[in-house]
């Protein structure tokens, strides 16, 4: 069994840290310990999202994870992933919460009706990423949480990044889609067929 602490690390240095320690495993058991809010959410959500199963269990300083599988696609070489790229996800990468420069108001109106003018498209994006300011929008009080809830019920993933809700203090106000890290935001758009930025 490989053991691996994460403990204090900031995002997304936890995932990245997994990541290499399942790659070097090869398939062997790994053992994390690891903070308990973004820390675990994120690398829960990464070692599952590859096929790994994942054992928690609370420790009085955090989370300790027992990650097993082999991992679908854990050790695949980067060269063989750049084909994939052309039949990959279509992934929105929305940095503000508004649309356009000018007037903030008018700004802010263009976004709302934008995000809600996507449920009438008969294509949709995979994957929708709500970062800096743009993650107001997946927050409690935001006039598009009900679009975005929508979107997410047609397969939309709806997800905005840990940092940025804890910027704005925001994580515990998030209203639509879940939490992500810069790591999973970065290799999405890299492995995209196609990449939308507001």
Not at 54 to 66: I, N, Y
Not at 80 to 88: H, I, K, L, S
Not at 115 to 127: A, S
Not at 181 to 191: C, D, G, Q, V
């Amino acid at each position: 069994m490989s053991k691996l602490d994460v403990r204090g690390m900031a995002c997304p240095l936890p995932v990245v840290q997994v990541k290499r320690a399942l790659e070097a495993a090869q398939g062997e058991e790994l053992h994390v310990l690891l903070d308990d809010g973004a820390p675990r959410e994120n690398v829960k959500r990464f070692a599952q999202g590859r096929g790994y199963q994942v054992q928690e269990e609370k420790l009085e300083d955090g989370f300790a994870f027992t990650i097993t599988g082999a991992g679908a696609g854990a050790a695949t070489p980067a060269r063989e992933a750049a084909p994939a790229a052309a039949a990959g996800p279509t992934v929105m990468l929305i940095g503000t919460d508004r649309m356009g420069d000018g007037a903030e108001e008018l700004g802010r109106l263009l976004m709302k009706n934008f995000i809600i003018t996507l449920l009438d498209l008969n294509e949709l994006p995979d994957r929708i990423f709500f970062v800096n300011s743009g993650v107001l929008l997946a927050a409690e009080g935001s006039e598009v949480v009900e679009a975005l809830e929508e979107l997410g019920n047609r397969g939309v993933e709806v997800l905005s990044c840990g940092i940025c809700l804890d910027f704005y203090k925001k994580k515990e106000h998030l209203a639509a889609g879940g939490v992500t890290n810069m790591f999973t935001i970065a290799e999405s758009m890299l492995k995209a067929r196609s990449v939308v930025r507001l």
